[in-house]
């Protein structure tokens, strides 16, 4: 096995396990999955008080949390269209925008968005690319992505 095949899954463990340590103060660590799927927000959108996001129940403290994934998948194309408005449309503007080299491994998410959707840091990202891109997002930030594309296809349709 090559490095190219085990270096993503290895950078979306480690993710996982910085994601777990920094678990909000009270949360239920009994729950082992990501804290991005147990906030039913696979892209681990920040909460804040401006976004009154569609099937938004709160905050765990710094993640925002939806009553069901499918609007946590939603939030994640409405800050996708927000990005393409601003002109941040190619893989690398979204992901350096989404996931800042300051709080993570930014060149590894962008590597790894690459491998899985055979799209190049170059790509500019439409709407018809949301589905595979947001699969992609939400396995580099929870270490899994346990939705169906149906659910994926669901979450854009409603934006």
């Known amino acids: 096995m090559g490095v190219t095949a085990w270096f993503p899954v290895l950078v979306a463990g480690l993710m996982f396990l910085v994601h777990r340590q920094g678990a909000a103060e009270g949360e239920d660590m009994t729950d082992p999955r990501p804290r991005g799927i147990r906030n039913n927000n696979p892209g681990n959108i ?8 569609q099937g938004q ?9 939806f009553s069901d994934p499918v ?12 990005y393409g408005r601003r002109g941040v449309d190619t893989v690398a503007e ?15 998410y962008i590597a790894t968005v690459e491998e899985l959707t055979g799209l190049t840091a170059a790509s500019r990202i439409t709407r018809a690319d949301y589905p595979a891109l947001v699969e992609a997002m939400i396995y580099f930030e929870n270490g899994e992505q346990p939705y169906s594309r149906g659910l994926i296809l669901d979450g854009m349709a409603r934006l």
């Not at 129940?57 to 949390?65: F, L």
């Not at 939603?74 to 800050?79: D, E, F, L």
């Open 94 to 108: 979204i992901v350096a925008t989404w996931a800042p080299e300051s709080e993570n491994p930014t060149g590894n």
């Open 46 to 53: 920040e909460y804040s008080a401006a976004n009154d996001w």
């Open 57 to 65: 129940t709160g905050s765990d403290g710094r993640y925002a949390v």
């Open 71 to 82: 609007w946590g998948i939603r939030a994640m194309g409405k800050v996708l269209d927000s």
